[in-house]
């Protein structure tokens, strides 16, 4: 961005190793943004001559808020809470399958 116009100058993009190249721009003063999700925006200003090549050095990003909501919903089954009794289904397989003392 240029801090004198506050105009976007150039936008560009990195390699995979953070790497950028911005050619020709004017000399001035200039604001770097480095934006990327799941971080916090960064910036750093520059002061740029003419006919130079400047190399803006490491600009660290830190980890910025990343937030998920999760909703969770469901029918919990209804308790007897009043008495000690215990109901339950049990099907023929279930039966079949029990263990009796002197069952061959």
Excluded at 52 to 78: A, C, F, R
Aim: glycine share 8%; aromatic share 4%; proline share 3%.
């Amino acid at each position: 961005m240029d801090t004198s116009k506050g105009t976007l100058a150039r936008e560009a993009v990195t390699d995979d190793t953070g790497r950028f190249q911005a050619i020709n721009i004017q000399p001035g003063g200039y604001t770097i943004i480095v934006e990327v999700a799941g971080f916090k925006k960064a910036q750093t200003t520059i002061t740029l001559d003419v006919n130079t090549k400047l190399d803006i050095g490491q600009i660290k990003l830190e980890v910025g808020q990343v937030s998920e909501i999760v909703n969770v919903t469901g029918e919990v089954p209804t308790v007897q809470t009043t008495t000690m009794e215990k109901a339950y289904l049990v099907d023929t397989k279930q039966i079949t399958e029990l263990p009796m003392n002197g069952r061959k």
